[in-house]
């Protein structure tokens, strides 16, 4: 039903995107799924470029690969708008630990062994973490440490009250975040 809803404003966003950059509308990268098991998510192209495979560069604030309209639909979160269709699929929930880039996972698990305490749960659209400040680029070891802090602190902690708070957080911290590219 909400995808009926958000229907022409999708169609929109994919004009707009097709404009842009023509080529493809979205992005499609193999992410690390619950229990670790990959599956191919699906964002709006926001980049000139698109990795995937054994080397995945993070992006950045001020990412030269990243275009006006990209940039705009970054931070204001639409570009994950198609992750919905991940949703109605069951790979992803709405709230969630994020899921990364496979490459990711795996040197992230090097860097700290809780990392993998975040594959027991379906990852999420939005989660935890991403209204705690630990949105955007893992610039250094202590970035992600908290952001798998609050990942396993969701998935202890996980109730429907908590997701709707989560939800609530996210809808605010959207034009508020200094984080977000």
Not at 3 to 13: A, Q, T, Y
Request: glycine share 8%; proline share 6%; net charge positive.
């Amino acid at each position: 039903m909400t995808i009926l809803f958000l229907l022409p404003g999708l169609l929109l966003i994919a004009a707009l995107v097709a404009i842009d950059m023509g080529g493809p509308v979205l992005f499609t990268q193999q992410r690390g799924g619950i229990g670790g098991r990959p599956f191919r998510i699906y964002k709006f192209r926001t980049m000139r470029v698109a990795e995937d495979g054994p080397v995945v560069t993070q992006a950045a604030k001020q990412d030269p690969r990243v275009t006006a309209l990209g940039a705009i639909l970054r931070r204001t979160s639409i570009d994950e708008l198609p992750q919905l269709i991940n949703v109605l699929k069951g790979e992803m929930s709405l709230v969630g630990p994020r899921p990364h880039a496979l490459a990711h996972d795996e040197a992230f698990a090097a860097v700290t062994p809780q990392y993998i305490r975040r594959m027991r749960a379906r990852p999420g659209v939005t989660g935890l973490a991403q209204i705690s400040g630990c949105r955007g680029e893992i610039r250094c070891p202590e970035d992600l440490i908290r952001r798998v802090e609050c990942d396993v602190e969701y998935i202890e902690n996980w109730s429907v009250g908590l997701d709707f708070r989560i939800l609530a957080a996210t809808c605010t911290r959207l034009f508020f975040d200094e984080r977000a590219y």
